[in-house]
């Protein structure tokens, strides 16, 4: 992809970057150190609403279930991404280095990794090989506003 910026590439997939998420706390979105930009953890907010909420599960009833999960985890790297591109445009972008994701997690739910592929796997389609990065995927039992994931990157401009 070195013809291409990355501006391009999100629009061929038909992705429109959302508006950056306004901090629930005393916090910036995104912050550059060096060659590295990271971002606040980020929830699934869509047009300021959180669209899903609860602990994730893969049979427990009035959870979130693993496919609303993976959705969630793709809207939470969409909104990173938002932050990234406000701070220094997305073009700057060199690679992903880093994805840390927390999963809101119901008694017995250990799936976390498939959750978080709802980010990695879009970060794979918008950079292709510079979307390769390492990864945490952690378990909690609760997140701000009652979300069911939350992503965080770092990445290389």
């Given amino acids: 992809m070195t013809t291409q910026t990355w501006s391009a590439r999100l629009s ?8 950056v998420v ?13 060659d590295l930009v990271y971002t606040s953890g980020q929830l699934p907010i869509v047009d ?12 427990a009833e009035g959870v979130v279930h693993l496919e609303a999960a993976v959705a969630a985890a793709r809207q939470c790297a969409l909104n990173a991404l938002a932050a990234v591109h406000a701070l ?6 060199v690679r992903v280095v880093k994805v840390t994701g927390f999963v809101a997690s ?6 976390q990794a498939a959750v ?24 909690v039992a609760e997140l701000p506003l009652g979300a069911p994931v939350e992503v965080e990157l770092v990445v290389q401009v």
Avoid: M, W
């Fill in 116 to 139: 978080l592929n709802g980010a990695s796997l879009l970060l794979g389609e918008v950079f292709g090989d510079a979307g390769r990065h390492v990864r945490s995927a952690v378990g």
């Fill in 22 to 34: 306004p901090p629930l706390a005393a916090y910036v979105p995104a912050t550059r150190c060096g």
């Fill in 106 to 111: 119901a008694p017995g739910f250990s799936n």
């Fill in 88 to 93: 220094v445009g997305i073009d700057t972008v």
């Fill in 48 to 59: 300021g609403e959180l669209r899903t909420r609860g602990k994730v599960s893969e049979s």
């Fill in 12 to 19: 061929e997939l038909g992705i429109t970057l959302p508006q």
